[in-house]
Structures are given as structure tokens and as C-alpha cells.
């Protein structure tokens, strides 16, 4: 996918030498205030993690990958302000929740737009490449996870085309709440 220019925001891949800024821009989201029920990393923990971590992230992520794509959110200034990720699911395999994967699929995660950028349609951009890739890589939906409590997300979603599914799975971190599933179908 090339870029896509979205009300003066260009959204488009990363690339394998671009780890640093894939890093800063990790730490910023999960210093967000949704971070909680949002990501199931800690600041702490992805802090801590060595600059080879977030080279393999990125090249993992990066320009030719078949297995995971992740795409920013660039504001005029070249400064990054959103992103998505999405792993490529295969089926006869089990997801992070324990629940068997059924089919090819793409699975959205780390969806983030910092706070004075939002509103300008940059989710549903950053949603629409992650589709467009996961499309690209002959799959037959894509899916994500958002906690019962952040509707804000779960707004954003819908307005991308995702539904929820009915599937409810325990929120990893804490087990009295839930993530819910919402996909898009081809």
C-alpha cells in the first residue's frame, strides 16, 4: 500500500530502519490515558526492552513483510501521531486468548492516535491500510480486541465498518472484565 493523505496527515508503512521513531511512538501511547484497557503492555516493561527488540519489531513490521504490517499516522511536521499494527492469523492455530483461529485473518492491535490529533479521521485511515494490507495478503477478515469499558474505541470501530461478533473473551490483565471481538469481512 502507498501512502494515503488524510486531512493533511500522510498515512503510510513503516520501514525496518524507522525502529527509533516505531519505539518513541509506543512509549507515548502507552503513557496515554486509556493505555490500561487499551494495550496489554506496560510503559515499564517496553521501556525496559533493548534497542534490538525494536529492531526485530520493526523489521518484523516493516516495507515486504507477509506476517505483521504496521502503519503511522505522519502530521505535516514528519512527527508521527498514530498507529496500527496487524498480525496475519492463520487457521488451525491459537490466538492469544486460548480461542482456535478458523480462518486466514488479519488481527489489529496497537491502534493509537495521540490526544490533539484525533478527530481528523486518522483511525479510520490507519483501520482502512491495516484492511487494505490483510486484504492484500488473500485473508478473509480482519479483527481486534477492545475492553468492555473503552467505548470511545468501540465507537471508532464502528465507524471503520467493524461489528462486534459476540465472541467475549476475559481481559488478560484483569479477568473481572472483558475484551470484545470486533471484525470486518471482506
Do not use: C
Not at 76 to 94: F, K, N, Y
Amino acid at each position: 500500500m502507498n501512502s494515503v493523505d488524510v486531512a493533511g496527515y500522510v498515512v503510510r508503512g513503516i520501514r525496518a530502519d524507522e525502529w527509533e521513531r516505531v519505539k518513541e511512538l509506543r512509549l507515548v501511547a502507552l503513557r496515554d490515558p486509556a493505555a490500561p484497557l487499551a494495550f496489554l503492555e506496560t510503559y515499564e516493561k517496553a521501556a525496559a526492552e533493548e534497542d534490538g527488540f525494536w529492531r526485530n519489531r520493526a523489521a518484523m513490521a516493516g516495507e515486504g513483510a507477509t506476517t505483521a504490517r504496521q502503519f503511522v499516522a505522519e502530521a505535516a511536521d514528519g512527527s508521527w501521531v498514530g498507529s496500527v499494527t496487524v498480525l496475519m492469523e492463520q487457521p488451525d492455530s491459537v490466538d492469544w486468548s486460548g480461542q482456535p483461529v478458523e480462518r486466514r485473518q488479519g488481527h489489529v492491535v496497537g491502534v493509537f492516535v495521540q490526544d490533539g490529533h484525533r478527530g481528523h479521521g486518522l483511525i479510520q485511515a490507519l483501520l482502512a491500510a491495516a484492511a487494505a494490507w490483510t486484504w492484500e495478503q488473500k485473508a478473509e477478515r480482519v479483527r481486534l480486541w477492545v475492553h468492555e469499558d473503552n467505548v470511545r474505541a468501540q465507537a471508532a470501530y464502528k465507524r471503520a465498518g467493524f461489528v462486534p461478533t459476540g465472541l467475549v473473551v476475559p481481559f488478560p490483565t484483569d479477568e473481572t472484565a472483558s475484551e470484545l471481538e470486533f471484525a470486518l469481512d471482506r
